[in-house]
């Protein structure tokens, strides 16, 4: 697999790296770390990262022609399917490697590199340039703080459930080799400025409980009094995360008339199944859906409820 992805980076001039709409940090870094790594050991290459939504903190994107595309080698990060891909130009490139730590549920690359037990692509993405084949390229401290960032994000600072031991080796082994700081990291990526401190607190005055499942509901008139838009508020789903007496909780928010919801379970309470029926995705204890109507959204949270009960 390594050789197979480390020849098509050889063989191609042009890149693009792709992510997926909405980035995060994982995704957004991830990203940002195979930029730098190909600029380090293949300087003759020109790489350029697609996408028009931006990540709050650190934002990357590269104007690019139709063509610079078509004669491309694409690599999509962190993106479970094609039509999550920010940027569906990524189709048309020459050739398609996919490097994801999602649930497997659509082979859209040409290579698929997706290994669903790692917490983030950018512990995957270490281990590749960890790796035996990789051994000859730099893997430089600006490449190592980029992948411990994307790790932290996705593992709200190494607490999900899918935070193993290879996770914390794969940044015992950044740490090391990129000489981080690593409270200086993680204060860049989680710190909250305090106008949103502010408005964390309206949110959580919206809080509300049914069995062991816990969620916090805005429609329309609710975000625009908070002054919050509709996907940054429920980017804040981890608000509501360290609950001793729930399984499962959930954010859901109004948005374009519909309702997009995000949902996280602790250990043995599988979402993503459930979230699946209602055209949503995503790993066993985090999961999503979107643009689903409020009555589809009241019957989602009524399995849920049940579900937090077992
Ligand atoms: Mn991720």
């Given at each position: ?187 860049y990526v989680m710190n909250v400025d305090l106008d949103t401190f502010q408005k964390l607190s309206k949110i959580r005055s919206y809080f509300k409980v049914k069995e062991k499942f816990g ?96």
């Amino acid at each position: 697999m390594y050789n197979s992805i480390l020849n098509k980076i050889k063989e191609y001039d042009s890149i693009t790296i792709f992510r997926h709409q909405r980035p995060d940090g994982d995704c957004m870094f991830s990203a940002l770390a195979l930029h730098s790594f190909i600029r380090d050991n293949f300087k003759e290459k020109t790489v350029k990262i697609a996408g028009n939504d931006e990540y709050d903190i650190i934002t990357k994107k590269d104007r690019i022609s139709d063509a610079y595309i078509r004669r491309s080698l694409a690599i999509v990060v962190d993106t479970a399917t094609a039509e999550r891909v920010d940027d569906n130009r990524f189709m048309e490139a020459d050739f398609i490697i996919k490097i994801d730590h999602h649930p497997a549920i659509d082979d859209y690359g040409d290579i698929n590199y997706v290994n669903s037990k790692a917490a983030a692509t950018c512990e995957i993405m270490a281990d590749m340039f960890r790796s035996k084949e990789f051994s000859s390229f730099v893997v430089s401290k600006k490449t190592c703080r980029y992948l411990y960032c994307g790790m932290i994000t996705d593992t709200l600072n190494f607490k999900t459930t899918n935070t193993t031991y290879h996770t914390l080796d794969t940044a015992s082994y950044l740490a090391k080799t990129g000489d981080l700081k690593i409270s200086d990291l993680v204060e860049y990526v989680m710190n909250v400025d305090l106008d949103t401190f502010q408005k964390l607190s309206k949110i959580r005055s919206y809080f509300k409980v049914k069995e062991k499942f816990g969620y916090i509901l805005l429609n329309k008139k609710q975000l625009d009094q908070i002054g919050i838009g509709a996907a940054e508020a429920k980017s804040h789903i981890d608000e509501i995360g360290n609950i001793d007496e729930l399984k499962i909780w959930a954010f859901a928010v109004e948005n374009n008339g519909m309702y997009d919801c995000s949902v996280r379970s602790k250990r043995g309470y599988i979402i993503n199944a459930i979230c699946s029926k209602y055209h949503g995705g995503g790993h066993s204890n985090a999961a999503a859906v979107k643009q689903i109507e409020k009555s589809s959204l009241d019957h989602l949270f009524s399995e849920l409820i049940e579900l937090s009960t077992k």
